[in-house]
């Protein structure tokens, strides 16, 4: 098991810049898939992107080159750097951990959550 907890999220103006990171404590962290998701409410669960543990990364089709997924195994640490930032990308924006350590894109693959962090973009 591992506890992941995000952090970054806060308000920003649109074309601005973020990066959220995910800590994680508990098991072998470099075993783990790591993805982000974001949610609004009243919709599921949206992938963002994903890293495997060997480095493969997959990006929701809406990223668009704006977003950047990244993991650092020495400090157990996974982050989101996000550019070029829209109205459209306000969500709370969640880590997850998928113990197999290969990429997947649906949410219900992934194990481990954290309590997520919010991002708000005004226009």
């Known amino acids: 098991q591992v506890r992941l907890v995000e952090s970054g999220g806060r308000l920003v103006q649109a074309g601005a810049s973020l990066r959220l990171s995910c800590a994680a404590a508990?098991?072998?962290?470099?075993?783990?898939?790591m993805g982000w998701f974001r949610q609004v409410p009243g919709k599921e669960r949206e992938f963002v992107a994903a890293?495997?543990?060997?480095?493969?990364?997959n990006y929701g089709d809406f990223v668009k080159g704006r977003f950047t997924i990244s993991r650092d195994n020495a400090k157990s640490t996974v982050y989101l750097q996000m550019n070029s930032l829209k109205p459209e990308d306000t969500a709370v924006y969640y880590c997850a951990a998928r113990s197999s350590g290969r990429i997947r894109l649906a949410a219900r693959e992934y194990e481990e959550w954290g309590q997520g962090t919010q991002v708000t973009v005004s226009s």
């Open positions: 890293i495997s543990w060997r480095g493969d990364i």
């Open positions: 508990g098991r072998t962290f470099s075993d783990y898939a």
